[in-house]
């Protein structure tokens, strides 16, 4: 009887002993407990592959007025919101210097063409009769002139004659001598005709008036400021009486002196990373929304692609500048500064197997890995990790290449979501 006891004793030991066992070694297990909500499917569906941004809705033409001179305004013509067309006044300034400065500029053109039309014409007979008569009186002077310094010399030696007398004598007896070589040399060159270096100076000094009178004439214009294109202007930074600098968009405290904007054709300029950058080409169709106008929705297309980046705020991010135009939709509704969200559709993929993203973790590359769940029974599932080949995806879901069958059930991790490098 004691015996039998033993033996079944050691035999209940050896079965429990097999059982935990078999157990450990994954002959039974029993799982664990997942929530309906937390199981994903893989399924086949299709994947439209956008872009999303935010961005800010511009004119596509916008010019601040620039002003070529310096001057204070003393007329300004149009208000914030009002329509203009191109070459429109907008402003004048006070053009009282520059039409002095263009009164200056033409006489000295003047005085210089007149010299250059007697030398062109060269000596007229009775400029060379006059020019040696000039001369004989010249010479005449000079006679006297030196008679009166021999004169004067013996009085000076005789004592009979003041030095400052003498010196005077002399004095003019020089002047005399040099008057009949400025004569002589004029009756010459009357003689000669006119030189033709001294036509070609003559030509060179008009030329250089005109060039004068040619930038007066531009300063001048410039003290009217014309619209450079049709459109509305969205900003007035000036005032009458208000000085303006030349060269600069902007007054003394840094805003524009008027902005023209044409609003019949806007944009949304948006900043994509270079990861995204890659899946953008001109033309594409781009979905506009607006906050301020939430019931309304606008179509449009890539119209520019920056060909270099900028930095972004955060380090090693490099920005693309990309312009949607808007094309349709109620665009008389928008209004330069709004915020817009811009989808971009940059592919679709029909019937591929996907899962909610949040099942998979990321690593680099197309590499990812699912937690696959097995059910034993009832809310019990047995999970197990599982590599896969990722391909694209959405805000949504992700394309599985590899590694899951269709219909095979996955545990979905919200926290995966933070393991994502990148989306492909």
Avoid at 31 to 50: F, M, P, T
Avoid at 157 to 185: F, P
Wanted: net charge neutral; hydrophobic share 45%; charged share 25%.
């Amino acid at each position: 009887m004691k015996r039998s006891w033993l033996i079944l004793t050691i035999g209940v030991f050896v079965v429990g002993a097999g059982v935990a066992a078999w157990r450990a070694l994954g002959g039974v297990n029993e799982g664990e407990a997942v929530a309906q909500d937390a199981i994903a499917r893989v399924e086949r569906g299709d994947l439209s592959v956008q872009v999303h941004e935010v961005g800010q809705i511009q004119p596509l033409k916008k010019v601040n007025i620039k002003s070529k001179v310096a001057g204070q305004v003393a007329q300004l013509l149009v208000t914030e919101g009002q329509f203009v067309k191109k070459n429109q006044v907008l402003l004048a300034l006070d053009p009282t210097d520059f039409k002095r400065r263009l009164a200056e500029v033409l006489a000295d053109s003047d005085n210089v063409a007149a010299e250059l039309t007697r030398l062109e014409a060269g000596s007229l007979p009775e400029e060379c009769e006059e020019a040696q008569a000039q001369w004989t009186q010249a010479k005449a002077r000079a006679i006297l002139a030196r008679a009166e310094k021999e004169r004067a010399d013996r009085a000076y030696q005789e004592s009979s004659l003041a030095l400052g007398e003498y010196e005077a004598s002399k004095t003019r007896a020089l002047e005399a001598e040099a008057q009949v070589r400025v004569a002589q040399a004029r009756w010459h060159r009357l003689k000669r005709g006119s030189r033709r270096e001294d036509i070609l100076a003559a030509r060179a000094r008009l030329r250089k008036a005109e060039v004068a009178v040619a930038a007066a004439r531009d300063q001048l214009a410039y003290t009217v400021l014309r619209a450079p294109i049709d459109g509305t202007v969205i900003h007035r930074g000036i005032e009458v009486g208000e000085m303006v600098t030349p060269g600069v968009a902007e007054t003394g405290d840094r805003k524009p002196l008027l902005t023209v904007a044409d609003l019949r054709q806007l944009v949304v300029e948006s900043d994509i990373n270079q990861v995204q950058i890659g899946k953008l080409t001109l033309a594409q169709a781009v979905r506009v929304s607006v906050d301020a106008l939430p019931d309304d929705v606008f179509s449009g297309h890539i119209s520019s692609i920056a060909p270099a980046s900028v930095p972004g705020r955060e380090a090693d991010v490099q920005l693309y500048k990309v312009k949607t135009l808007i094309q349709s939709g109620p665009v008389a509704h928008l209004k330069p500064g709004m915020s817009a969200d811009v989808d971009i559709l940059v592919g679709e993929h029909p019937t591929v197997l996907r899962v909610p993203i949040e099942a998979v973790t990321q690593s680099a590359g197309h590499k990812g890995e699912v937690t696959r769940l097995e059910k034993i029974r009832g809310d019990r599932y047995r999970k197990a990790r599982q590599p896969v080949t990722l391909g694209v995806s959405t805000e949504q879901f992700i394309e599985i290449r590899a590694g899951v069958n269709e219909g095979d059930s996955l545990l979905i991790d919200p926290e995966a979501v933070k393991g994502r490098i990148n989306k492909f």
